[in-house]
């Protein structure tokens, strides 16, 4: 048991922070639209132009090839400087699309797709979850047709994220007509400009169109867009995934504590309609302060669960427990900031940037619902930690 | 860096459980009388070295770390171990004259644990022991209890006695360091997460063979989802403990921010938990011949010792950790 990051981890810490110190954008962010995909992809851009893009894929790729404690460090140095927030219109191609096609991919796939995606050139949207399904991906019916060298699909997708920007879709389909649950399904590179394809945003209580429904009308894809193999699409599904569970969320895990410390700082100038100091109330500091353990505590979870990881190369089930306590924490954090706001929380018309906590307060449920609810994670560690006995 | 025990830690926590399940175990504690460390167990925790783990060796103790300290009271905790094990081992690492600190690692002399309650002190350990131990952030006391006064009082935790000090003598030894608070808060926060680990375990074995309406009460998402949720706060609690664990280790900084936390997710899982396996076990839970009800009343105790809720929250506002 020990602490001890090597010289290089600490070399690696100082040199990132001094390239974050001078490059980090000035301009906030855009709220929502093509302005704000148009930021991200510039950010990308510049990542990639300064050797920073991909801290997790592997060098040959063109990735910084890093171990999981070096990853922490960099997402740390990002909170810290309060860098462009890493789960935005990059995510999905970054943290999915990409590692999924290096572990599945064909060469062909991979030579057209890694750089473009590294570099911020392609946005990437997942079409796996449908209106009937939820977080029950084995229960799809969005149908695939061979015909000839191209699969025909027709369907509908639910909550694709940012589906209006991007390029490329994840798209998991059932190609075997009469298979159930998790057999005859297809993971396959959809290209967002073939015809047949409509995009029907959906207004979410935030105020904004970040996900959509999708609908395909006889799409021809080419099976060489197929990644792994046709009927087999559950398996590379579950490799898409162990990407975002693993890693995925390392970066909020660690903004947390920046984010509590904003909060402290809010609740020694926001007055109370008393007129005290917010921080003067014992029940608002308690409060932050106990929320403020939890982020230490998400730390050192991460720390653990990290290099446990970089020991044994396997992932273990301990990132459904870390969601379920960074969820908790956030949602708190965002209810605390509520009571020292008071009436001017109520004031929101959609802009994340003119109202950063009262979107938090709101996203606080998205984050608890997205990438498998909290139900399916308490389910996950019911199963695979507790080895409870199951009912189904 | 590697925040888990591994090696020679694993060992020494494997022979501290084996160990303290014979010669502590919570099922002591429905025999009247049990909540006093008799002078014999003692003995053989002296034997055993225990009490001096984290002792320098040429003070003649075992010369580990507050690593293995936390291991070793982590499971201490899962048995229901009283608080004197507790003082006897922060006194052992505090006594500066090397005589005194002999008799208390070998077990030959009880040390209980006093605690400040307004003018008065409470006494929490066993009725023969003939020292008191003190300690504040920055200081520790090592007082003789042969001529003071102590009035039981009725203890709610069965693993301890509790009783009442008006006055006190003047110290035996007076140590002006913070390293006897960082061990005691170590060790209480170790003990709680034993606590909380040993509910959960409770509480899962049993839900894998108790059935109603004709399914295991393991297979229902309302016994399943409360015990995914103590799973959570052991899982942040724990990490905790072994960060703060290196990080008195390795002497870091911000060793007692990291304390603090500790303590404070101990207090915070040890509770949660259980107040959860009680009720999870239904109306078995509530009988006095059950564990669940020892565990909550001695997580209710430890909760107040080395940092309450109030204290650890006021400092942990400002508080700054390093990379």
Not at chain 2, 40 to 57: Q, S
């Amino acid at each position: 048991m020990d602490l001890q990051y090597s010289d290089a981890d600490r070399d690696f810490r100082a040199r990132a922070r001094e390239w974050l110190k001078t490059n980090v954008p000035q301009h906030s962010r855009p709220a929502e639209g093509f302005a704000a995909a148009q930021f991200d992809r510039d950010w990308q851009r510049k990542l990639y132009d300064h050797g920073w893009a991909g801290v997790a894929w592997p060098k040959e790729y063109g990735g910084l090839g890093l171990s999981g404690l070096r990853q922490v460090i960099w997402y740390e140095e990002l909170a810290r400087a309060r860098a462009p927030h890493h789960i935005n219109t990059t995510y999905v191609a970054m943290m999915h699309a990409g590692p999924t096609v290096i572990a599945r991919g064909t060469d062909a796939q991979k030579s057209f797709h890694l750089h473009r995606i590294l570099s911020g050139e392609v946005l990437w949207c997942q079409g796996f979850s449908e209106p009937n399904a939820g977080s029950d991906l084995a229960a799809l019916k969005t149908r695939g047709v061979i015909d000839g060298d191209h699969i025909v699909v027709t369907g509908a997708k639910m909550w694709t994220t940012d589906a209006q920007y991007a390029d490329f879709q994840e798209l998991l389909i059932r190609t075997d007509p009469g298979s159930e649950r998790h057999k005859g399904l297809t993971w396959i590179i959809c290209d967002m400009k073939t015809p047949g394809i409509d995009i029907k945003p959906v207004r979410t209580m935030l105020q904004d169109e970040h996900v959509s429904m999708v609908f395909y009308d006889d799409v021809r894809i080419p099976i060489a867009n197929v990644v792994g193999e046709i009927g087999q699409g559950w398996s590379t599904a579950l490799a898409t995934l162990s990407f975002e569970r693993g890693l995925g969320f390392i970066g909020d895990q660690l903004e947390l504590y920046e984010r509590v410390n904003r909060a402290i700082e809010l609740a020694e100038k926001t007055r109370l309609e008393d007129g005290r100091r917010a921080i003067e109330d014992d029940g608002v500091a308690q409060r932050l302060a106990a929320i403020k353990a939890d982020c230490i505590a998400i730390r050192s979870m991460t720390l653990g669960d990290i290099t446990e990881t970089d020991r044994t190369g396997v992932p273990g089930p301990k990132g459904s427990m870390m969601k379920l306590m960074v969820t908790a924490t956030h949602k708190a954090l965002s209810e605390v900031v509520s009571d020292i706001l008071g009436w001017s929380f109520l004031e929101f018309d959609g802009d994340r940037s003119a109202h950063p906590w009262t979107y938090d307060y709101l996203w606080s449920w998205v984050f608890s619902i997205s990438g498998g609810t909290n139900e399916i994670q308490r389910e996950i560690t019911a199963d695979r930690v507790l080895g409870l006995p199951r009912a189904r | 860096m590697y925040l888990a025990p591994d090696g020679d830690e694993v060992e020494i926590a494997d022979a501290a459980g084996t160990f303290l399940a014979d010669a502590m175990p919570i099922d002591r504690l429905h025999s009247p009388g049990s909540a006093d460390t008799t002078a014999t167990v003692r003995r053989l925790f002296g034997d055993m070295g225990w009490f001096a783990l984290a002792v320098p060796e040429c003070e003649g103790g075992s010369g580990l770390s507050a690593v293995e300290h936390a291991l070793f009271f982590r499971e201490v905790g899962r048995q229901c171990g009283p608080v004197d094990v507790l003082a006897q081992c922060l006194a052992a690492n505090a006594a500066i004259d090397g005589g005194l600190r002999g008799e208390i690692i070998a077990g030959r002399r009880g040390v209980a644990l006093l605690v400040a309650d307004g003018e008065a002190h409470r006494l929490i350990g066993s009725a023969d022991s003939d020292l008191g131990l003190s300690v504040e952030l920055g200081c520790a006391r090592l007082f003789s209890l042969a001529a003071v006064p102590a009035a039981p009082r009725p203890s709610l935790d069965p693993a301890n006695s509790l009783r009442i000090v008006e006055t006190l003598p003047a110290p035996l030894e007076s140590i002006d360091s913070e390293r006897t608070w960082q061990l005691g808060q170590l060790g209480a926060a170790a003990m709680l997460v034993g606590i909380a680990e040993a509910a959960l375990d409770l509480i899962v074995d049993y839900a894998k063979i108790r059935e109603t309406f004709g399914r295991k009460i393991g297979s229902w998402q309302a016994v399943r989802h409360p015990c995914a949720d103590m799973a959570v706060r052991l899982e942040a609690a724990r990490s905790q403990l072994w960060y703060a664990a290196a990080a008195v280790k390795e002497r870091r900084v911000d060793a007692a921010v990291h304390l603090d936390v500790a303590k404070h997710m101990a207090n915070v899982a040890a509770l949660a938990n259980t107040d959860a396996n009680i009720q999870l076990h239904g109306g078995i839970g509530v009988t006095d011949e059950h564990n669940a009800h020892l565990l909550m009343k001695h997580a209710l105790l430890l909760s107040r010792l080395f940092g309450a809720k109030r204290m650890l929250l006021g400092r942990l506002l400002d508080a700054r950790v390093e990379d």
